[in-house]
């Protein structure tokens, strides 16, 4: 039997592949909404998926933890905010369902809280969420939205594509100093200075 996260995703599958790269957003759309297509091209929302989508461990709740990462909070764009406005996040969503105070949200208390009681998790104005690699965050933030599959390499001049290609050269020799390294049969850098021979 195929997972409950596995069967979601290929019910949304369908949604999020007939809207091409970038799916529209009314003005008027509240966070989730947004997150759901900025983060995942997906343009409605159904609240039982969102929530299976976003227990990143499938264990039936959400833990503080995948909130924080569902909102992004934990991602290089967000090392700007304060811990203190990210523990409120949080501790609000958590106040919004948690029924039961136990400190997880499960999807019984997810659902009667969008559905019954038309809760629905708050823009803290942290962003639309990051929960991708680094390559997957400027796929969808950049390149789809600025570039297409017949942008040549020398197009890629923008701030962001000049910053996302340093990166990978940074990777790409740090990996080659380390391979380097690996293959000496002394590594002097780790010989400490008063036992070294000059």
Do not use: C
Request: proline share 5%; glycine share 6%.
């Amino acid at each position: 039997m195929l997972p409950t996260a596995l069967l979601t995703l290929l019910a949304l599958l369908p949604t999020a592949l007939s809207h091409g790269h970038q799916v529209p957003i009314s003005d008027d759309a509240d966070w989730a909404t947004r997150h759901m297509a900025e983060e995942h091209h997906i343009a409605n929302l159904d609240p039982s998926a969102f929530f299976t989508l976003h227990d990143f461990d499938n264990d039936g709740f959400w833990s503080g933890d995948e909130i924080r990462r569902t909102y992004g909070l934990d991602d290089e764009s967000s090392k700007d905010v304060e811990e203190a406005k990210k523990a409120n996040v949080v501790k609000v969503v958590k106040e919004m369902f948690d029924k039961n105070g136990d400190g997880l949200i499960t999807r019984e208390e997810w659902m009667e809280g969008w559905m019954k009681e038309g809760k629905r998790l708050p823009d803290f104005g942290t962003g639309p969420g990051h929960h991708g690699d680094d390559e997957y965050e400027y796929e969808i933030h950049h390149f789809e939205k600025f570039h297409d599959e017949n942008t040549r390499e020398e197009d890629l001049t923008h701030p962001e594509d000049i910053a996302h290609f340093k990166k990978h050269d940074e990777m790409d020799a740090q990996a080659q100093y380390q391979e380097a390294i690996d293959s000496m049969p002394i590594v002097e850098q780790n010989i400490p200075q008063k036992f070294r021979r000059y």
